[in-house]
């Protein structure tokens, strides 16, 4: 922060209109998806938005419409079919962005436009190449303009930890005259420290007049993003913009799970405030993110990371078996982090199954109801019996496969060992067309993934791979992530398997599929970016 904000203890005074409650915004979809390598299609965007309702979040920032025809597509998808939260998306402030967000946020039964611009002199210079007055203009241009579409318009003075104070309360103040009913003070690169973030919340509410909600936006470039969030929520801040897992631009966003299980186990620090998130529906939102977007959980994340209710010292171990509080602050089931339960097995129907997935919240339809049934007899046949996690990655691994046409891997043959090259034999197909290639390799994933390059003629290198099992046991589904590059796109892929060549072929074909969709978008893809 650049100079001294008049320190003083706000703590207990009451702020804004949203008393007694913290805003939940979330920006998974817009700011989270902005993470390298990450890449969703609509089909995934909804179904992580439709979980994020189930949740009870109560803001969905679903994109930034003017990005790309995606973008604009995937906001209008979310902004049709999701009740609940208020949709939201994100638009510079030329006249023709904010209109064109209002565009895909129009049919949403309520809708905010969330409107930014960079405040921060080297912001300005560099990027806008504005000066401060060209700045306040566009503010009061983009902002009114919003509010001629919807009454609910936030307004974000981008990389405002290292704006001059007194620029930011004025372009502050122009967006609350020009209509703005939220303003976010956006730790752009992560450079607040909690007590001076908190400082200058409170010195917005004191500066700033009007009615207005505040909000925190922080990036975790120091680790930091969680505690400047609810420092800021201590010094007046209603709103706390947060994305599942924590992902986002480079170090990422403040994690959402944790957030919320502050506020809700230290409500003796907020004021008593609450959030209207179902905490039980946190570890299977943090399943769903992880799975679509690639992105593993460490195995030590607070909340929702494997082993966060996990004890392995005997003396810890006896005092949980003894009374669970002795070691535990949150009881795991308070954010569904339970065990896995065995659901269905290679009998079960195409009823029991989609019953089975409307009683885990979720609901498939006509060929994603399909294909997800499909993989399920498919594994079920291996696997005999399928815990609710299972299911849950079978549904994520379908998610969006059969939206844009790909290649399918019908055949995969390996052969290897200790003393022979590994070979693998692909056959895909694609429009009813068959193709088959044969390649060696390192290993045998390495002979497959060969294998599948040159049936497909998608060209890209494996920058990272990962394997992990759905649940534990020597029959568990192997859960590969892979990321692959190809000229500056990078993508993810996930595949599903008993056998983890068998589901390292599948992400890597699902992960060179993206490529292809991904290039095609890139090139409709207009130079725009927060
Ligand atoms: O980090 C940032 O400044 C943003 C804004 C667009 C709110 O994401
Ligand atoms: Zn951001």
Redesign the pocket.
């Known amino acids: 922060m650049t100079n001294g904000t008049q320190a003083r203890d706000t703590r207990h005074e009451t702020a804004g209109k949203k008393d007694g409650k913290v805003v939940i915004f979330d920006?998974t979809l817009r700011?989270g998806e902005q993470s390298p390598g990450i890449s969703l299609d609509a089909a995934e965007k909804l179904e992580i938005a439709e979980q994020l309702a189930r949740l009870g979040v109560d803001y969905i920032e679903a994109g930034f419409p003017v990005a790309s025809e995606g973008d604009f597509e995937a906001v209008q998808a979310i902004a049709r079919a999701v009740d609940g939260p208020v949709i939201a998306a994100?638009s510079r402030t030329h006249l023709s962005d904010v209109d064109r967000c209002f565009e895909a946020l129009r049919d949403a039964e309520r809708q905010r436009i969330?409107v930014?611009i960079s405040t921060s002199p080297s912001h300005m210079e560099h990027m806008l190449k504005m000066t401060p007055d060209q700045v306040l203009n566009e503010v009061r241009q983009g902002v009114g303009r919003a509010r001629e579409h919807t009454a609910d318009v936030e307004f974000?003075p981008?990389?405002a930890t290292r704006t001059p104070l007194d620029f930011m309360i004025e372009v502050l103040a122009a967006a609350v005259e020009s209509g703005a009913t939220t303003l976010?003070v956006?730790?752009?690169v992560g450079f607040g420290i909690p007590w001076e973030f908190g400082d200058l919340i409170a010195y917005v509410r004191r500066q700033v007049p009007g009615d207005y909600v505040i909000s925190t936006?922080c990036?975790d470039d120091l680790g930091l993003a969680v505690a400047n969030s609810l420092s800021g929520v201590r010094n007046g801040a209603r709103q706390v913009?947060v994305c599942v897992n924590g992902i986002g631009?480079r170090a990422g966003n403040a994690a959402l799970e944790e957030v919320v299980m502050a506020l809700e186990v230290r409500r003796d620090q907020f004021l008593d405030l609450r959030t209207g998130v179902r905490t039980e529906e946190l570890a299977r939102t943090s399943r769903l993110v992880s799975r679509l977007t690639g992105y593993q959980v460490q195995r030590n994340k607070a909340v929702v990371g494997r082993n966060a209710f996990a004890h392995e010292s005997g003396i810890h171990q006896h005092g949980v078996l003894a009374e669970r509080s002795t070691y535990e602050i949150i009881d795991a089931a308070t954010v569904g982090q339970v065990g896995s339960e065995i659901v269905l097995g290679k009998h079960s129907g195409r009823h029991a199954f989609s019953e089975t997935l409307e009683k885990l919240g979720i609901v498939l339809r006509g060929e994603a109801l399909d294909a997800a049934f499909r993989r399920f007899k498919e594994l079920a046949d291996r696997k005999v019996q399928l815990t609710d996690a299972d299911l849950e990655a079978i549904v994520a691994e379908e998610v969006g496969t059969g939206v844009e046409e790909g290649f399918a891997l019908d055949v995969l043959e390996v052969h290897g060992g200790t003393s022979s090259t590994p070979r693998a034999r692909v056959v895909v197909s694609r429009d009813g067309r068959t193709s088959e290639a044969s390649a060696e390799g390192d290993g045998m994933i390495d002979a497959a993934c060969s294998a599948i390059r040159k049936a497909t003629g998608i060209d890209a290198s494996l920058t990272d791979f990962n394997v992990s099992s759905v649940t534990g046991g020597i029959d568990a589904l192997g859960d590969v992530v892979v990321q692959l590059s190809s000229g500056g796109v990078k993508v993810s892929g996930r595949g599903l398997s008993t056998d983890v060549v068998e589901a390292s072929a599948r992400a890597y074909l699902a992960a060179a599929n993206r490529i292809v969709r991904a290039k095609a978008a890139a090139t409709k893809r207009s130079e725009v970016g927060?």
């Open positions: 920006t700011d994100l969330h930014f974000s981008q990389d976010n956006p730790d752009t936006h990036h913009e631009e927060p």
